[in-house]
């Protein structure tokens, strides 16, 4: 038993080792970057491999493995009291298509490499510590992001969640089914004592401070709505303007207008970005049809959220005046902004500090568990720090094996006195 915990480290190479291993599972080449990359979207058979790789790592370190009903998979590490509500830490292994191996990946690696650690040096906590892999954070696939820690915490029901298709159809439901991943552990799950995430900044912010460790404030509000415009084909020469009802026209208006709104400032730090366009017929001389376009709205501030919606909707009624189109809005997703209690943004701060490291508090960009989570239980976030601007939701994706094993440092010793915190 080692007496002194605060003296312990996680092994670096380890997790490095585990970070690279988990992203050979669902590689493919990346055109654009000429990268390997990594395309392990919810639920398919490349996101079960994944999952099967690192309950297989779970497994070795003596972890019990039980699966809620939503698939979200936690891995505990028995504590000396199990009257005592678990400390929770992780965060999710799924990927947009076009991703890099740590977003998600290094806080359930991280999450292992905690218990790993304790494991090695013999050390016991008074509460069990669990790894959590959360189903589905990215929502590319089924359209609405943090869909199991969302379940899990309450804030979408079971059902609803499991009726979610994909762009061929293809529900939660089936695919949890198919591959056999739901579990007796019913939702929402029984609030843990704590929850703690550790991941990639996938921003700017730290690298261009020279910081090493980010506390995170919390998470911005985020609004996801899918966009259908209906106009109609037509011979691209042979059709005057006036009889003209151009979809992509249409789409192309709400995406100025959009950028329109985010650097008038009129709605604080609004960004708003449309990510996917479909176009039918999608041929050179053919008016277009119809169109779907996404729209994911970010903003620290809700009211300037809720403010930035209303607005527009107001154009798009304009959009449809203008164009002659039919413009059909549904939202796929909408959280507000979350705040991480004082206590555990003080505990970040201060094991950062402890082990020597820089820190900065910063508001996540990005969408996490942790967001969700924090409904249940006090819950906060250590961010490290990216190179290449940050650049994530890419195969660039990078943090050095330093940053990765900075961050997984902290949650180590928050995770050691938030087990051994018995109040
Ligand atoms: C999740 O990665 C998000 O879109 O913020
Ligand atoms: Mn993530
Ligand atoms: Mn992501």
Not at 31 to 53: H, N, S, Y
Not at 120 to 143: M, Q
Not at 209 to 238: D, F, K, P, S, Y
Request: a negative charge; charged letters at 20%; hydrophobic letters at 40%.
């Amino acid at each position: 038993m080692t007496n002194d915990t605060a003296c312990v480290r996680i092994d670096k190479g380890r997790l490095w080792d585990s970070l690279i291993a988990l992203g050979e599972v669902g590689a493919y080449h990346d055109q654009d970057t000429d990268l390997q990359g990594v395309c392990r979207l919810a639920l398919t058979d490349e996101d079960v491999a994944g999952r099967e790789l690192v309950m297989g790592w779970m497994r070795n370190a003596g972890l019990t493995l039980r699966r809620d009903q939503i698939g979200n998979v936690y891995a505990r590490r028995e504590g000396e009291d199990n009257s005592l509500a678990p400390v929770l830490v992780g965060s999710h292994i799924d990927s947009v298509a076009t991703a890099g191996r740590f977003d998600g990946c290094l806080g359930v690696l991280g999450g292992l490499e905690v218990v790993r650690t304790l494991n090695d040096n013999n050390i016991f906590t008074k509460r069990s510590v669990e790894v959590a892999i959360f189903t589905e954070e990215e929502g590319v696939r089924f359209g609405t992001d943090m869909l199991g820690s969302a379940v899990a915490a309450g804030r979408i029901q079971l059902a609803d969640a499991r009726a979610q298709v994909d762009r061929n159809g293809i529900s939660v439901g089936a695919e949890l089914d198919r591959h056999a991943l739901v579990g007796d552990v019913k939702v929402p799950i029984h609030p843990p004592y704590a929850y703690l995430e550790c991941h990639i900044e996938q921003g700017p912010i730290l690298a261009e401070g020279r910081m090493q460790v980010g506390v995170v404030r919390g998470v911005q509000a985020i609004t996801w709505l899918e966009l259908t415009i209906t106009g109609r084909a037509a011979h691209a020469g042979a059709t005057p303007q006036r009889l003209r009802k151009n979809a992509g026209l249409a789409a192309a208006m709400i995406n100025v207008h959009l950028n329109d709104m985010v650097e008038s400032g009129d709605y604080g730090q609004m960004l708003a970005t449309v990510g996917r366009q479909d176009n039918y017929p999608n041929l050179i001389n053919i008016v277009p049809a119809n169109v779907l376009i996404t729209v994911d709205l970010r903003n620290h501030d809700g009211e300037a959220m809720q403010r930035s919606i209303d607005d527009l909707h107001a154009y798009l009624a304009e959009v449809e005046k203008v164009t002659g189109v039919k413009i059909t809005s549904r939202t796929t997703a909408q959280t507000p902004p979350v705040d991480f209690p004082e206590q555990m943004r003080d505990l970040v701060e201060k094991q950062a500090t402890h082990l020597g490291l820089t820190c900065d508090h910063i508001t996540s960009g990005a969408g996490h568990d942790a967001g969700e989570i924090a409904a249940l239980s006090p819950a906060g976030m250590i961010f490290v720090p990216g190179l290449y601007d940050g650049i994530s939701h890419n195969p660039r994706e990078y943090s050095t094996p330093e940053a990765c094993a900075d961050g997984i440092n902290v949650l180590l010793q928050a995770v050691i006195e938030l087990a051994n915190t018995t109040d």
